[in-house]
Protein backbone atom coordinates (compact mmCIF):
# COMPACT_ATOMS: atom_id res chain seq x y z
CA UNK A 1 0.00 0.00 0.00
CA UNK A 2 1.43 3.32 -0.96
CA UNK A 3 -0.46 6.99 0.13
CA UNK A 4 0.36 10.36 -1.17
CA UNK A 5 -0.58 13.55 -0.24
CA UNK A 6 -0.57 16.14 -2.77
CA UNK A 7 -0.06 19.98 -1.54
CA UNK A 8 -1.44 22.90 -3.18
CA UNK A 9 1.39 26.25 -2.18
CA UNK A 10 -0.25 28.18 0.18
CA UNK A 11 -1.44 31.66 -0.44
CA UNK A 12 1.20 33.55 -2.41
CA UNK A 13 2.05 36.91 -2.75
CA UNK A 14 1.43 39.51 -5.67
CA UNK A 15 2.89 42.56 -4.07
CA UNK A 16 6.65 43.01 -5.48
CA UNK A 17 6.75 44.51 -9.20
CA UNK A 18 10.00 42.83 -11.05
CA UNK A 19 10.69 39.82 -9.50
CA UNK A 20 10.32 36.14 -11.21
CA UNK A 21 7.47 33.37 -10.78
CA UNK A 22 9.38 31.25 -8.91
CA UNK A 23 10.59 33.56 -6.13
CA UNK A 24 6.92 34.72 -5.04
CA UNK A 25 6.60 34.61 -1.79
CA UNK A 26 3.88 34.03 0.85
CA UNK A 27 1.42 36.36 1.80
CA UNK A 28 0.40 36.22 5.70
CA UNK A 29 -2.98 34.65 4.78
CA UNK A 30 -1.14 31.94 3.25
CA UNK A 31 1.72 31.32 6.23
CA UNK A 32 -1.52 31.13 7.98
CA UNK A 33 -3.26 28.44 6.23
CA UNK A 34 0.01 26.60 5.85
CA UNK A 35 0.28 26.27 10.03
CA UNK A 36 -3.52 25.86 10.20
CA UNK A 37 -3.43 23.27 7.77
CA UNK A 38 -0.21 21.09 8.74
CA UNK A 39 -1.61 21.61 12.67
CA UNK A 40 -4.77 19.45 10.90
CA UNK A 41 -2.72 16.94 9.77
CA UNK A 42 -0.56 16.50 12.27
CA UNK A 43 -3.58 15.23 14.48
CA UNK A 44 -4.91 13.26 11.46
CA UNK A 45 -2.30 11.33 9.51
CA UNK A 46 1.55 9.69 10.48
CA UNK A 47 4.17 11.48 9.28
CA UNK A 48 4.89 10.58 5.90
CA UNK A 49 8.34 8.87 4.80
CA UNK A 50 9.38 11.59 2.28
CA UNK A 51 8.54 15.27 2.12
CA UNK A 52 8.91 16.73 -1.65
CA UNK A 53 8.53 20.55 -2.55
CA UNK A 54 8.57 22.19 -5.92
CA UNK A 55 11.48 24.85 -6.34
CA UNK A 56 9.51 27.71 -6.12
CA UNK A 57 9.76 30.10 -3.06
CA UNK A 58 5.94 29.82 -2.34
CA UNK A 59 5.78 25.91 -2.39
CA UNK A 60 9.11 25.59 -0.61
CA UNK A 61 8.09 27.86 2.42
CA UNK A 62 4.71 25.48 2.84
CA UNK A 63 6.85 22.76 2.71
CA UNK A 64 9.21 24.16 5.16
CA UNK A 65 6.22 25.19 7.52
CA UNK A 66 4.57 21.29 7.09
CA UNK A 67 7.91 19.97 7.89
CA UNK A 68 7.92 22.14 11.16
CA UNK A 69 4.70 20.99 12.31
CA UNK A 70 4.82 17.23 11.49
CA UNK A 71 8.39 16.85 12.77
CA UNK A 72 10.15 16.18 9.48
CA UNK A 73 13.28 17.01 9.20
CA UNK A 74 14.37 19.89 7.02
CA UNK A 75 17.54 18.41 5.70
CA UNK A 76 15.71 15.58 4.54
CA UNK A 77 13.11 17.75 2.46
CA UNK A 78 14.04 17.15 -1.74
CA UNK A 79 13.58 20.28 -3.91
CA UNK A 80 12.84 19.16 -7.03
CA UNK A 81 12.94 21.66 -9.90
CA UNK A 82 11.15 19.55 -12.21
CA UNK A 83 7.93 20.19 -9.85
CA UNK A 84 7.78 23.93 -10.90
CA UNK A 85 7.05 23.16 -14.23
CA UNK A 86 3.25 23.52 -15.34
CA UNK A 87 3.25 20.70 -17.63
CA UNK A 88 1.05 17.54 -15.39
CA UNK A 89 3.42 14.98 -16.66
CA UNK A 90 6.14 16.20 -13.98
CA UNK A 91 3.66 15.55 -10.70
CA UNK A 92 3.40 11.49 -11.95
CA UNK A 93 6.68 11.51 -13.00
CA UNK A 94 7.76 12.56 -9.51
CA UNK A 95 5.36 10.09 -7.79
CA UNK A 96 5.71 7.32 -9.71
CA UNK A 97 10.10 7.63 -9.28
CA UNK A 98 9.89 7.54 -5.97
CA UNK A 99 11.75 4.94 -3.47
CA UNK A 100 9.47 1.86 -2.89
CA UNK A 101 11.37 2.31 0.83
CA UNK A 102 8.81 4.79 1.18
CA UNK A 103 5.15 4.07 2.01
CA UNK A 104 4.21 7.27 2.18
CA UNK A 105 5.02 11.02 0.80
CA UNK A 106 3.89 14.69 0.74
CA UNK A 107 4.45 16.59 -2.22
CA UNK A 108 4.04 20.49 -2.40
CA UNK A 109 3.37 21.40 -5.83
CA UNK A 110 1.07 23.92 -7.80
CA UNK A 111 -2.80 24.30 -9.48
CA UNK A 112 -2.46 22.98 -12.46
CA UNK A 113 -0.69 19.84 -12.13
CA UNK A 114 -2.17 18.55 -9.12
CA UNK A 115 -6.12 19.42 -10.46
CA UNK A 116 -5.29 17.14 -13.10
CA UNK A 117 -3.48 14.49 -10.66
CA UNK A 118 -6.03 14.11 -8.35
CA UNK A 119 -9.01 13.50 -10.03
CA UNK A 120 -7.13 11.27 -12.49
CA UNK A 121 -5.69 9.29 -10.07
CA UNK A 122 -8.63 9.82 -6.96
CA UNK A 123 -11.86 8.12 -6.77
CA UNK A 124 -13.51 11.35 -5.80
CA UNK A 125 -14.07 14.25 -8.16
CA UNK A 126 -12.53 17.59 -6.75
CA UNK A 127 -13.23 20.35 -8.99
CA UNK A 128 -10.78 22.80 -7.68
CA UNK A 129 -7.86 22.36 -5.19
CA UNK A 130 -7.30 25.52 -3.01
CA UNK A 131 -4.21 27.18 -1.72
CA UNK A 132 -3.15 25.07 0.60
CA UNK A 133 -5.26 22.39 0.00
CA UNK A 134 -4.59 18.64 0.61
CA UNK A 135 -5.46 15.43 -0.93
CA UNK A 136 -4.21 12.49 0.04
CA UNK A 137 -4.51 9.41 -2.32
CA UNK A 138 -4.11 5.97 -1.45
CA UNK A 139 -2.80 3.39 -3.83
CA UNK A 140 -2.49 -0.72 -4.13
CA UNK A 141 0.66 -1.30 -4.99
CA UNK A 142 3.97 -1.83 -3.08
CA UNK A 143 5.64 -0.01 -6.02
CA UNK A 144 5.28 3.64 -7.04
CA UNK A 145 6.32 2.94 -10.49
CA UNK A 146 2.69 1.14 -10.76
CA UNK A 147 0.54 3.43 -9.07
CA UNK A 148 -3.06 3.16 -11.22
CA UNK A 149 -6.32 5.28 -9.87
CA UNK A 150 -6.86 4.60 -6.20
CA UNK A 151 -8.74 5.80 -3.42
CA UNK A 152 -9.09 9.04 -2.02
CA UNK A 153 -9.14 8.95 1.57
CA UNK A 154 -8.20 13.05 2.76
CA UNK A 155 -9.42 16.28 1.36
CA UNK A 156 -8.45 19.12 4.04
CA UNK A 157 -9.04 22.63 2.72
CA UNK A 158 -8.32 25.62 4.95
CA UNK A 159 -11.68 27.15 4.46
CA UNK A 160 -12.52 24.25 6.71
CA UNK A 161 -10.89 24.48 9.58
CA UNK A 162 -11.21 28.42 10.56
CA UNK A 163 -13.88 30.16 13.08
Known amino acids: MKTIYIVRHAKSSWEYEGIQDIDRPL??????????VANVLKNQIAKPDAFISS???????TGIIFCNILGFPMANLKISKSLYSFSDGYL????KALDDAYDSAIVFSHDHGINTFVNTFG???ISHVPTCGVIGIQFDTDHWKSIKPGKTILKVFPKNHKD
Open 27 to 36: KRRGIKDAYL
Open 92 to 95: VKTI
Open 123 to 125: NKP
Open 55 to 61: CANRALH
